[in-house]
């Protein structure tokens, strides 16, 4: 029972740090991703999955070295900050995922996901 009540607490504080991130990351671009998306724009999609994947990433690196969920919250909020600067380093690309310019799009989610993952390695006790 104490295991699952453990991967209740991860998961639920996991979700709502990722929901979280979610709306902070789709309201400072300067689109709004989920009705590109409706559009079937693919740019807008591969850009969110990919700054999806960096911030969680670390998430899941935080639950696994520190098995503590403050601890897990402070390495989402910081995380999270990186992810969005990665955002601003890459913003001159934005306005090309309105133009549905995929080679743009992988190139933020690369970007995105390559910092999530040195993040997440970097993350320890």
């Known amino acids: 029972m104490d295991a699952l009540l453990a991967f209740l607490s991860y998961f639920g504080t996991a979700a709502a740090l ?27 999609a591969i850009t969110l999955t990919g700054a999806l994947l960096g911030f969680t990433f670390p998430l899941m690196a935080a639950i696994y070295f520190t098995h503590d969920l403050l601890e897990m919250v402070k390495w989402a909020v910081i995380t999270g900050v990186v992810q969005l600067l990665v955002f601003g380093l890459l913003r001159r690309f934005a306005e090309r995922i309105e133009q549905r310019c995929n080679a743009s799009a992988i190139l933020m989610a690369g970007v995105a996901v390559a910092i999530g993952l040195l993040n997440g390695i970097c993350i320890s006790e």
């Open 18 to 44: 990722l929901a979280a991130f979610t709306a902070v990351y789709t309201r400072v671009t300067p689109y709004n991703e989920f009705a590109l998306i409706r559009e079937n724009n693919t740019a807008a």
